[in-house]
């Protein structure tokens, strides 16, 4: 009687140990996922932000060849560039943050 208890105990701890193990399974699986998303919005943010600095060059230099440049340059670009700088520390900030998570995933995640 005693080892017919025992069975159906193992077989129940069993059941719950593979159901875990697929659970964590999927969250693994899941989190590689989120990490490659991470990386491809952070590659596509640096490469947007690459462009972006690009444009602001042009720009810039647009104005200064213009004969108001001197004049029209600190009113045209301060709130310009204000806004700009303000939005890309804020995509970076966003960035660093996705980054640190990952890397707080992987200590968490050493017995994986």
């Known amino acids: 009687m005693e080892s017919i208890e025992w069975d159906a105990i193992n077989h129940i701890l069993k059941a719950y140990e593979d159901e875990l193990n697929m659970k964590i399974s999927d969250i693994v699986k ?3 996922r989120m ?4 990386n491809n919005l952070r590659n596509k943010w640096m490469h947007e932000l690459d462009q972006l600095d690009k444009h602001m060059l042009s720009e810039i ?12 340059m600190p009113q045209q670009l301060d709130p310009k ?3 700009i700088n303000q939005r890309i520390w804020s995509l970076l900030e966003r960035i660093e943050s996705l980054e640190a998570f990952c890397e707080e995933l992987d200590k968490q995640s050493w017995f994986f």
């Not at 990490?35 to 991470?38: A, D, F």
Request: hydrophobic share 30%; aromatic share 4%.
């Open 61 to 72: 230099k647009h104005l200064l060849n213009t004969r108001y440049a001197i004049d029209k």
């Open 35 to 38: 990490r490659v998303e991470i």
């Open 30 to 32: 899941s989190t590689k």
């Open 81 to 83: 560039l204000s806004s």
